[in-house]
């Protein structure tokens, strides 16, 4: 069994322009790549277990990181100048890094929440939701 540490994982997500893959490791404290899918339920009177028939899956990428507003690179201009952005944008995840051989996860997202936080007592923060449209492809860097 493969035990691989979180410090180690890479994230790219392209910008508003979708010309250019950014990367926002150095920022992200958390990245979360999460797959659900639908159930159908399929029990009919007189059964006593529950039947289902499985439907549509999604994806999603949750990110939480550190507030920086570094023109072209930070992530404050990347994801804001996603908000309300009608087209998609591409992004790689490598949970082990991004080393020859590493699994990556890429595909096609859009921005569907992104939050500033700004505690009294602790530095500014981020969090961005993003919609992953499509197949998420598994492959390698």
């Known amino acids: 069994m493969a035990v691989v540490h979180g410090k180690d994982s890479y994230f790219q ?3 508003s322009a979708g010309t250019t893959l950014r990367n926002l490791t150095t920022y992200l404290t958390d990245i979360t790549l999460t797959w659900e899918q639908d159930e159908a339920q399929t029990t009919t009177k007189g059964q006593t277990p529950e039947t289902y028939v499985q439907g549509h899956t999604r994806a999603m990428i949750d990110l939480v990181g550190r507030y920086d507003s570094t023109v072209t ?5 990347i994801l804001s100048g996603l ?11 490598g949970p082990e890094g991004s080393g020859v051989g ?3 996860y890429s595909g096609e997202c859009f921005l ?5 936080g700004s505690p009294l007592a602790d530095i500014v923060g981020f969090t961005a939701n993003l919609r992953i449209t499509g197949a998420v492809v598994r492959g390698t860097f």
């Open 13 to 15: 997500l392209e910008d």
């Open 73 to 77: 690179t930070g992530p404050d201009v």
């Open 83 to 93: 908000v309300g952005d009608t087209g998609t944008c591409g992004f790689e995840f």
């Open 102 to 104: 590493k699994v990556k």
């Open 112 to 116: 569907t929440g992104y939050e500033i």
